[in-house]
């Protein structure tokens, strides 16, 4: 199979370099930290240039797909953010005589991803990249979740949704419903990076994913009331860890004053989780679930995080 070349520079763009972007960029800092020819293994099985057409490079293409959910970004947006955007092209490895991989080609290989389950596998090549570099700190695992609003609207008595695997959950606290997914998450104490993420229909209960969340290799669980048990908190002080999980107040008795000013220095911690989710929703735009199904709601879910986790890696280390 033919397969494209990318990222020749001219002789204008290897003399000008950084110039052109305006000096070093985050995007070129993160280029400097990732050791994307381990990605890259992993990915070469998928070429897809469709029926007689070139094969785009696979590491191109996972780049692309990294833009758009650090920008959060349509495919026809970062398409044409692709074909309009230096530090984008510099980044996924684009000359400027380059053609930019178009819509089709930036879903087609999306849907490679999830046909041969490549995403988990790709968080974890990026989560032993940041072990290695020692930013992963370990004290702790703060556990939370957030709801994402599906693109499809929610059935009606006369009509279902397109979106069969999409549930809607009552918002907490606040009026009216969500009609989607959850993403349920165990963020590193410190350095905030995702060390775990999960992906379920929104009507699924925090406290279910919370065992699959816990590294096991933390000093220290951090959560809030919805994941208290009485089984959890044995079963972590047994292997030698310091819950910190609110409390949930009885239903026949309320919080005694003692447990109230617990929870409130539990909140005070793990409020950082926050600052994850603030990054995700506001700057990533990771606010509405851009496809069908829960296979592709996990792949977006998981590409932001793996996004998140370079992002924040290029943060602490500038």
Not at 206 to 213: C, G, P, S
Not at 244 to 263: G, S, T
Request: charged share 30%; glycine share 8%; net charge positive.
């Amino acid at each position: 199979m033919a397969v494209k070349r990318t990222g020749q520079l001219s002789l204008v763009e290897a003399f000008l370099g950084d110039r052109l972007a305006g000096g070093s960029s985050p995007l070129d800092r993160l280029s400097g930290l990732v050791k994307w020819y381990r990605f890259e293994k992993m990915l070469n099985r998928l070429r897809d240039g469709g029926p007689g057409r070139a094969a785009w490079p696979p590491l191109v293409l996972f780049k692309a797909l990294l833009l758009q959910s650090l920008y959060g970004l349509s495919d026809r947006e970062l398409e044409e953010a692709l074909g309009d955007r230096l530090s984008f092209r510099r980044f996924a490895g684009l000359g400027l005589d380059d053609t930019v991989p178009d819509h089709t080609v930036l879903s087609r290989f999306r849907n490679l991803l999830v046909g041969e389950g490549l995403m988990e596998k790709l968080f974890g090549e990026l989560d032993r990249q940041l072990e290695k570099a020692g930013v992963i700190l370990k004290r702790g695992t703060m556990l939370d979740a957030t709801l994402i609003d599906a693109v499809s609207a929610p059935p009606t008595p006369e009509r279902p949704s397109k979106d069969a695997d999409a549930r809607p959950t009552m918002r907490k606290g606040k009026d009216g419903f969500t009609f989607g997914y959850k993403a349920h998450v165990g963020v590193d104490e410190g350095s905030g990076l995702i060390r775990t993420v999960i992906t379920t229909p929104a009507n699924v209960n925090d406290t279910v994913m919370a065992e699959a969340l816990i590294c096991g290799d933390e000093k220290t669980v951090w959560a809030d009331a919805a994941y208290d048990t009485h089984a959890r908190r044995a079963r972590l002080k047994a292997q030698g860890k310091k819950v910190r999980i609110a409390r949930r107040p009885n239903k026949h008795h309320a919080l005694p004053a003692r447990l109230k000013r617990y929870n409130r220095l539990i909140a005070r911690r793990r409020a950082a989780v926050e600052t994850t989710f603030a990054t995700l929703k506001n700057r990533m735009k990771l606010t509405t679930i851009r496809y069908i199904g829960l296979a592709k709601a996990t792949a977006q879910v998981t590409m932001a995080a793996i996004a998140f986790n370079m992002r924040r890696w290029a943060a602490i280390t500038g």
